[in-house]
């Protein structure tokens, strides 16, 4: 049975609420988790890279690429997968109708 709801005045009172994707996805988080323990690590690679530690050195620079890399992984799936940015919402013009009539009328 499908139903067709209403693309404007959509109310949470009256029809179960629809899912709209508002670029709150959990991975992005994880994303912007691993961008800064990559800038971390970078920060680590370069002392120990000025210290003369070439293992720790080496080590530190392969987290941060790791880590570089995997966010950008990340982000890149989600963009093609939500079609916009992970981390910044897109507002739609259904998403704002529904904000309005919810919350402002």
Not at 6 to 19: E, L
């Amino acid at each position: 049975m499908t139903t067709n709801f209403p693309t404007t005045h959509f109310s949470s009172t009256h029809y179960p609420h629809r899912h709209e994707s508002h670029g709150n996805h959990p991975m992005s988080f994880v994303g912007f988790v691993l961008v800064l323990a990559g800038f971390v690590t970078a920060a680590l690679w370069l002392v120990h890279m000025a210290g003369g530690s070439g293992g720790q050195a080496a080590a530190y620079g392969i987290a941060a690429a790791v880590a570089f890399g995997s966010a950008v992984t990340i982000f890149v799936r989600l963009t093609r997968r939500t079609h916009h940015s992970p981390l910044l919402p897109d507002n739609t013009d259904t998403e704002t109708d529904r904000y309005l009539h919810e919350y402002r009328d």
